[in-house]
């Protein structure tokens, strides 16, 4: 589930699925196979639940996880479509309380976009602020040119 009613009809904590804690990671080969059978049944499942109802000129879609969501945002938007990967280091996801798990940190949901994706914009995050700032002004400006 990708949505806090959705989560709630499975009895899940919104919260604390966000955070790298021992909750998350005991429902998630759950998640990844319910979000796999949604997938399946209607590829822009996920996709059109994350822009429905929106009416705002620029919107953010984060967490965007398979090749086919790139494509969908892509389809439907065109040119209007901005993809943003945000990288860190292994060091730093490990500082971050990350801990690669077998069958979930090597799958499809998890690194589907690691190849095929030509990316408009890379930003590294990798605890320096500064330099955070400094990758992130150029893609902001550009996002005001929607405005």
Known sequence: PTDPLSLQEHGLDFQRLLDASSYKETFRQDMIRWGEEKR????????RTAVEG???????????RRLSDVEWFRDVYG????????????????????VFVAGVDDAESECGLDQGVA?????????DEQSLDEQLEPLLQ???GWL
Do not use: H, I, Y
């Open 142 to 144: 550009s996002l005001r």
């Open 40 to 47: 399946r049944a209607d590829p822009g499942f996920f996709c």
């Open 79 to 98: 040119d209007a479509v901005q993809t943003v990967r945000v990288v860190a280091t292994e060091e730093t996801r490990k500082r971050r309380n990350w």
């Open 54 to 64: 929106a009416a705002q000129p620029v919107w953010v879609v984060s967490d965007t």
């Open 119 to 127: 990316f408009d914009w890379v930003v590294t995050n990798d605890g």
